[in-house]
């Protein structure tokens, strides 16, 4: 769960991570609003807490710009005023995803992404989604959150600092010991 928080974090801002000139938000706690087409029937939409500056927006840019070159074979994006717009095509496992994404800015205060896939074979069921990611400055982080902390819909609360370097930086599993029986 933890991973699959920390990915919408960052794909929340993956559409701009390959452009030159990312939108740079304001540094502060900003609420984080996702809804999308599969999500249980009449389920409302989630909503987490993000608490951001600028070294934790560069790590989730440079986080976004890593996983697309990992897993995608084209991602494209433009910048048209406020708004960037991208096309990625992708692969999780068997599937092929293909997206389009655009993304509108209102000045550093708030942005709304929406994300239209398609995945052949489906993943996980789907064969297409659309999801809406908006998110919404509040002001300065409160709440005992410091910079990259982020609080997912259920209330668990992690630091994204640190979680790009994760990928090859855990020690491979030791096999177990036999415990020493005291003489």
């Not at 440079?62 to 717009?85: H, L, Q, V």
């Not at 668990?156 to 415990?179: C, D, E, S, Y």
Request: hydrophobic share 35%; with cysteine.
């Amino acid at each position: 769960m933890r991973v699959s928080l920390a990915v919408l974090a960052a794909a929340t801002f993956a559409s701009a991570a390959i452009a030159q000139d990312y939108p740079k938000l304001k540094a502060g706690q900003w609420e984080l609003v996702t809804s999308t087409t599969k999500a249980r029937e009449g389920a409302p939409p989630t909503k987490s807490t993000l608490c951001t500056d600028d070294a934790v927006q560069k790590e989730m840019m440079t986080m976004g710009a890593g996983m697309s070159r990992d897993m995608c074979t084209k991602n494209e994006t433009r910048r048209e005023g406020p708004r960037i717009i991208g096309s990625a095509e992708c692969k999780i496992g068997e599937s092929r995803i293909v997206s389009k994404s655009v993304m509108t800015l209102t000045g550093d205060t708030g942005y709304k992404t929406e994300i239209h896939a398609t995945y052949d074979p489906p993943f996980m069921g789907m064969k297409e989604s659309a999801t809406t990611l908006e998110g919404k400055y509040v002001g300065p982080c409160r709440d005992g959150l410091v910079p990259g902390d982020f609080v997912g819909p259920n209330g668990q609360k992690f630091n994204l600092k640190g979680i790009g370097a994760m990928k090859g930086a855990m020690p491979p599993p030791q096999p177990a010991r036999p415990a020493k029986v005291p003489q």
